[in-house]
């Protein structure tokens, strides 16, 4: 599965443009998850073929509206409520049109690992690199 969040789309330009570089990338058989924070752009999303829209950050009753007209055009498309989700308000996102909701406050919050993968550049490409005056 493929998230794209604001970053990604900004990189690109575009939910669209996201998309389409995603699909590319992981092919046919993988879901592309996009977060959206506006019906403008999980309409986007929609017609640009995103398996699942991630409404953010939205009061519930804006986002039983939003997933709501959703769902009426897009009947396959998983839809996630997140953003501010607690135990106590969780009631409050759930509806028919509304497939996932999930809980950012399960891992935030808490000490983290960073593991990550530095490759050295090998010393071919640092020579190339090198301005000569």
Request: hydrophobic share 40%; net charge negative.
């Amino acid at each position: 599965m493929v998230m794209l969040k604001d970053n990604h789309i900004w990189s690109t330009g575009s939910i669209a443009e996201s998309v389409s570089r995603a699909r590319v990338a992981c092919g046919f058989s993988t879901k592309i998850e996009v977060e959206c924070t506006s019906e403008q752009d999980a309409v986007e999303a929609a017609t640009s073929g995103a398996d699942v829209i991630m409404l953010d950050n939205y009061a519930p009753e804006d986002l039983k509206g939003v997933s709501a007209r959703l769902k009426e055009r897009w009947p396959h498309i998983i839809i996630e409520a997140s953003g501010g989700i607690t135990l106590e308000t969780i009631a409050g996102f759930m509806a028919p049109s509304v497939d996932i909701i999930s809980q950012g406050a399960l891992t935030n919050g808490y000490d983290t690992l960073d593991f990550s993968l530095k490759v050295p550049k090998p010393e071919s490409f640092a020579k190339r690199s090198r301005v000569t005056k």
